[in-house]
Nanobody, 124 residues
Framework: QVQLVESGGGLVQAGGSLRLSCATS????????MGWFRQAPGKEREFVAV????????RYADSVKGRFTISRDTAKNTGYLQMNSLKPEDTAVYYC?????????????????WGQGTQVTVSS
C-alpha cells in the first residue's frame, strides 16, 4: 500500500486560506482516485473532495464547493487541496486517501490507504 503524508495544516482566521499537500513518500501514486476527508471532534469522517488521478476529474462536497480546489501534480506524485474563504466550521483534521470510486457518493469505504492527518483550525 502506498504511504501518504499530509502537510500544510495550521491555524488561520476566518476568510483566510490554506493549501494542504499529500505526498506519496517518493513512490508513484498507485490509486485510481485521491480523496480528501475531514473529521471534526465528535463527528464522523466526511468527504471533502476527490480527484481522478489520471483524468483530473473532480468532485466536491456541497459544503466546500466554490471555496476548495483539489488538484494533483502527477510528476511529483503529490495532491493538493487549496482551501479559500475558510469558515470556523471547516475546523477538523484533514486526511488524504487513495482508493477507487464507482458512481456512488464517495465514502471512506472506497479508500484503502490513509495519511496520518493534518489539523486545520479556523478562528472566528
Amino acid at each position: 500500500q502506498v504511504q501518504l503524508v499530509e502537510s500544510g495544516g495550521g491555524l488561520v482566521q476566518a476568510g483566510g486560506s490554506l493549501r494542504l499537500s499529500c505526498a506519496t513518500s517518493g513512490r508513484t501514486f498507485s490509486g485510481r482516485h485521491m480523496g480528501w476527508f475531514r473529521q471534526a471532534p465528535g463527528k464522523e469522517r466526511e468527504f471533502v473532495a476527490v480527484i481522478n488521478w489520471r483524468s483530473g476529474g473532480v468532485r466536491y462536497a456541497d459544503s466546500v464547493k466554490g471555496r476548495f480546489t483539489i488538484s494533483r501534480d502527477t510528476a511529483k506524485n503529490t495532491g493538493y487541496l487549496q482551501m479559500n474563504s475558510l469558515k470556523p466550521e471547516d475546523t477538523a483534521v484533514y486526511y488524504c486517501a487513495s482508493g477507487s470510486l464507482g458512481a456512488r457518493y464517495p465514502d471512506t469505504a472506497d479508500f484503502t490507504s490513509w495519511g496520518q492527518g493534518t489539523q486545520v483550525t479556523v478562528s472566528s
